[in-house]
C-alpha cells in the first residue's frame, strides 16, 4: 500500500512543488494539504496519515506544537512527522525533535533524498542524516552541556557497549556504520540500540542522539 503524506506549509507554491516531487513515486499518495498547525490537526485526524510533512514557521500554530499534539499521548492516529527546516531555523529543530518529530530534512534537499526520507520515517525509523545533524548540534555548542557536568544517574544504566553505540547514534551514525565501526553485527546492533531506548526511555533514534548531546556524554564538534 502507498504512504499517505500530509502536506504543512504555509507556502502553497512549495506544497505545489513537493506534491508534484511525491506524486511521481508509485509508492507515496499525498492525501492532503495544511498552511498552518491548527489545519494539520484537523488534517490528521480527518485523513490518518502515515508521515506529515511538517514546516516549522506557520501562522496560528507552529510546527512544533502541531508535532508534539501529533505524535502526544492521546494522538489520534500513528502518523508520523518529518519536519522541513532551512539552516535559518535551526534554533527551532531542536524542539521539534524534543515534541516527538521522527526528524529533520533541509528544504532545499534533492527530491530523492526527501523520497528517501518519508520511507524512512514511514517505516518506523528516525531519518538523521549525519552532516546535518553535526551541523545543526555544532550551532548548539554554546547552549549544550560542555561534557564537565555530572552525567544523568540513567546513563549509569547502560553498558559500555551501549554507552558506545549511543554516542555513534548520535553522530548520525546508521545500523550498518556502527557494526562496521565496532566489529560486530548489524542484528547485534538493533539489539543494542533497542536496549539504550528501552533503558533511558527514549522513543527513537533521534530522541536518544539529543539525550547524548544534552547529558554532555556527546558534545558538539567532537569526533
Do not use: C, W
Amino acid at each position: 500500500m502507498a504512504i499517505r503524506v500530509l502536506l504543512v506549509d504555509d507556502q502553497p507554491l512549495l506544497r505545489t512543488g513537493f506534491r508534484m516531487i511525491l506524486e511521481a513515486e508509485q509508492d507515496l499518495a499525498v492525501v492532503g494539504e495544511a498552511g498552518d498547525g491548527l489545519q494539520a490537526l484537523e488534517q490528521v485526524r480527518a485523513l490518518q496519515p502515515d508521515v506529515v510533512l511538517m514546516d516549522i514557521r506557520m501562522p496560528r500554530m507552529d510546527g512544533v506544537e502541531a508535532t508534539r499534539q501529533i505524535t502526544g499521548p492521546g494522538r489520534d492516529g500513528p502518523a508520523k512527522v518529518l519536519v522541513l527546516t532551512t539552516f535559518d531555523l535551526d534554533e527551532y529543530v531542536v524542539e521539534a525533535l524534543r515534541a516527538g518529530a521522527s526528524g529533520f530534512l533541509l528544504k532545499d534537499a534533492p527530491a530523492n533524498e526527501l523520497v528517501q526520507a518519508i520511507r524512512v520515517v514511514a517505516a518506523g525509523e528516525a531519518m538523521l542524516a549525519p552532516s546535518i545533524t553535526r551541523r545543526l548540534l555544532d550551532k548548539y555548542a554554546g547552549h549544550l552541556p560542555s561534557g564537565e557536568e555530572q552525567v544523568p544517574d540513567t546513563l549509569n544504566t547502560l553498558t559500555e557497549r551501549e554507552v558506545e553505540v549511543l554516542k555513534l547514534v548520535a553522530r548520525g551514525l546508521s545500523n550498518a556504520e556502527i557494526a562496521a565501526d565496532l566489529f560486530v553485527s548489524e542484528t547485534t546492533v538493533k539489539t543494542h540500540v533497542g536496549h539504550v531506548l528501552t533503558k533511558l526511555g527514549l522513543r527513537d533514534r533521534v530522541q536518544a542522539a539529543v539525550y547524548a548531546y544534552e547529558s554532555g556524554l556527546v558534545r558538539p564538534g567532537a569526533q
